[in-house]
């Protein structure tokens, strides 16, 4: 993949980095790729970006975090417009910066959850990281250290990524069961789901969790309708795996992705790498050779 990967804002759970190892695992070229847990679509925008499909499906349960596509896809000179207001009116803030920060947190709590608001919160949180209370309220802190994203690179990949998606791009903000039910053969369905450490316990940090078993059985959906898939799930680190691997039924293949050094490895004194698995729908794998000892995939040669 030649050249830098537009992204809107710092996202965690962002597989911008991992998308150029993602994409080696997807066909040259498709009819649509969907995304039932998009994020920012850091994939979606990868695989624009190298023109795989016709048409990209973005599709987020948290429908704050869509608005923000939405509006670099259909209006991006509004978006760049609304949050350099709200950029920055922080250095004029009565109470300063940080208020500046409460107050459009709290606007956003109270209905005010506009596609500026989310990207300002996203743009000036801790690790941008989306929390949430137990009344579902947004309440990550604000990064005291910095001011949030400059207008100047917002704009700069928000029209990146509207040159991209622009007439390609369908959004939804619905339950990922719908996505399942809509994809047909000739598609291909990225999934980076709520990995298990989040999945299959109550935590109310997250606006959504996906229990681990429901969403094994749904796959079986794509498998009857012979929907390729690839999805991002869990991993290890070190000694240590997170999660359990997806149902042998489902016939997927493991790899495993080098996602660098562990940074909390790191601050304990140790070189860990992490390690993320990323599973391959049968049909989808078999059109390659690879070698599990390496978890890399090479491609068939005659």
Request: contains cysteine; hydrophobic residues 35%; glycine residues 8%.
């Amino acid at each position: 993949m030649n050249g830098k990967i537009p992204h809107i804002i710092q996202y965690q759970g962002s597989k911008r980095l991992l998308a150029p190892q993602i994409l080696q695992y997807m066909p040259h070229k498709f009819n649509r790729l969907l995304e039932p847990f998009a994020g920012m679509a850091a994939i979606t925008i990868a695989a624009a970006k190298e023109k795989r499909a016709e048409q990209y499906y973005i599709n987020d349960i948290n429908e704050p975090i869509v608005r923000i596509l939405q509006a670099v896809v259909n209006n991006p000179a509004e978006l760049v417009k609304k949050y350099t207001k709200i950029w920055e009116k922080q250095f004029e803030y009565p109470g300063g910066h940080l208020e500046h920060f409460y107050h459009v947190r709290n606007c956003f709590n109270e209905g005010e959850q506009t596609a500026e608001n989310m990207l300002y919160l996203l743009a000036r949180c801790v690790k941008g990281a989306v929390r949430y209370g137990k009344n579902g309220k947004f309440n990550q802190s604000p990064d005291k250290r910095r001011h949030g994203t400059n207008p100047q690179n917002i704009a700069e990949n928000v029209y990146a990524i509207y040159v991209l998606l622009k007439g390609k791009a369908i959004f939804s903000a619905v339950d990922y069961h719908h996505v399942f039910e809509m994809a047909r053969h000739g598609d291909l369905v990225y999934m980076d789901p709520p990995y298990q450490g989040v999945s299959n316990r109550k935590d109310n940090r997250y606006f959504a969790g996906v229990n681990f078993d429901d969403f094994s059985n749904s796959i079986e959906i794509l498998n009857q309708k012979g929907v390729d898939y690839i999805i991002s799930y869990d991993g290890e680190c070190g000694d240590k795996e997170y999660g359990n691997d997806l149902p042998q039924s489902l016939k997927c293949t493991k790899f495993l992705l080098n996602a660098g050094l562990s940074t909390q490895a790191t601050l304990l004194g140790k070189r860990n790498t992490t390690f993320e698995a990323l599973y391959v729908s049968e049909n989808l794998a078999g059109t390659f050779c690879y070698a599990p000892r390496q978890m890399s995939l090479i491609e068939c040669a005659g």
